[in-house]
């Protein structure tokens, strides 16, 4: 993701998208686009199912973190908030110039799971006997 955690949890605001070879290229744009991509209507189309699921779960609930760190208030943050922080900058920019995110109920989705599943639990096995 290019908006990058500091030492106090802030995410910062996303830079705006260059499209040049030197921005597109670059380590921070390219984990911009798995974030992106886990939190975006996408297909799973192989390998191992635990550590996707766990993937897309942790995605989602960074989504929830960045939109609350890019909502102008400390109180707490709604539904809709949480979804125009992702949706537009406070520049305007939306979709691709800003974070990516063109369908609005994918992410509605994503952020009702990232603002409500922060412990997952994994059930206990009971031994048996």
């Not at 798995?34 to 390998?47: A, K, M, Q």
């Not at 109180?75 to 949706?87: C, D, I």
Request: net charge positive; charged share 15%; proline share 8%.
């Amino acid at each position: 993701m290019t908006a990058v955690a500091s030492s106090a949890g802030s995410w910062g605001t996303p830079p705006p998208t260059v499209r040049e070879a030197w921005f597109l290229g670059t380590d921070d744009f390219r984990f911009r686009l798995v974030f992106n991509v886990l939190t975006s209507p996408h297909v799973f189309l192989g390998g191992n199912i635990t550590a996707y699921h766990r993937q897309v779960r942790s995605a989602e609930r960074s989504a929830a973190a960045l939109a609350r760190s890019l909502t102008a208030h400390d109180g707490p943050q709604t539904l809709h908030e949480a979804w125009a922080a992702l949706w537009q900058a406070p520049d305007g920019r939306t979709g691709k110039d800003y974070l990516g995110y063109l369908v609005a109920p994918h992410l509605l989705s994503v952020l009702t799971r990232g603002l409500t599943d922060h412990h997952p639990t994994t059930p206990r096995l009971q031994p048996s006997r």
